[in-house]
T-cell receptor, first 111, second 108 residues
Framework: DGGITQSPKYLFRKEGQNVTLSCEQN?????MYWYRQDPGQGLRLIYYSQIVNDFQKGDIAEGYSVSREKKESFPLTVTSAQKNPTAFYLC??????????FGQGTRLTVV | GQNIDQPTEMTATEGAIVQINCTYQ??????LFWYQQHAGEAPTFLSYNVLDGLEEKGRFSSFLSRSKGYSYLLLKELQMKDSASYLCAGGGFQKLVFGTGTRLLVSP
């Protein structure tokens, strides 16, 4: 079945550690996005990519990094520079200019 | 800028009609999207307006006025399961930007 898959669903990280969140899609979508959502808040854009080997910073890119080596994959690394990483992370993909489809999300907790 | 504004919270009763407004001040958006998000879950797509006017899809309708930077989502015959957050998002050929969402509580 076609879709967008995020893993893991729950992730715990010690302070000072980097962690990578996986996002894979088999919808042949050009665009992929990473959003962060805090409790009771909306979605804030971290990074987005429209094409392989190219990506742009969103509104809250500091402390995060991404790569887009393959069309299907857009992993997000939360680095130790991100001071408040505990949040719900959502990956999405879309054809350019069309509606986005979301993965089920990864809930990251710093312990 | 790319500000998207929505009311924070709304309440309504089962069977009623509710309108959730969204205003935006931006260039570069070629359309307005509406998503539904239940607590702890990912958003799901509801509607997309690229032209001015009303788009109807079952109990849900969405309206767009590009000249006024205004959209609304209309929910008819409300059901308890419609209690969720409703997110307005501006989409362009570059990125998709979300408002903070409107939390709708449907009571019996």
């Amino acid at each position: 079945d076609g879709g967008i898959t995020q893993s893991p669903k729950y992730l715990f990280r010690k302070e000072g550690q980097n962690v990578t969140l996986s996002c894979e899609q088999n919808l042949n979508h050009d665009a992929m996005y990473w959003y962060r959502q805090d409790p009771g808040q909306g979605l804030r854009l971290i990074y987005y990519s429209q094409i392989v080997n190219d990506f742009q910073k969103g509104d809250i890119a500091e402390g995060y990094s991404v790569s887009r080596e393959k069309k299907e994959s857009f992993p997000l690394t939360v680095t130790s520079a991100q001071k408040n990483p505990t949040a719900f992370y959502l990956c999405a993909s879309s054809p350019l200019g069309e509606s986005a489809f979301f993965g089920q999300g990864t809930r990251l907790t710093v312990v | 800028g790319q500000n998207i504004d929505q009311p924070t919270e709304m309440t309504a009763t089962e069977g009623a009609i509710v309108q959730i407004n969204c205003t935006y001040q931006t260039s570069g958006f070629n359309g307005l999207f509406w998503y539904q998000q239940h607590a702890g879950e990912a958003p799901t797509f509801l509607s997309y307006n690229v032209l001015d006017g009303l788009e109807e899809k079952g109990r849900f309708s969405s309206f767009l006025s590009r000249s006024k930077g205004y959209s609304y989502l209309l929910l008819k015959e409300l059901q308890m399961k419609d209690s969720a957050s409703y997110l307005c998002a501006g989409g362009g050929f570059q990125k998709l930007v979300f408002g903070t969402g409107t939390r709708l509580l449907v009571s019996p």
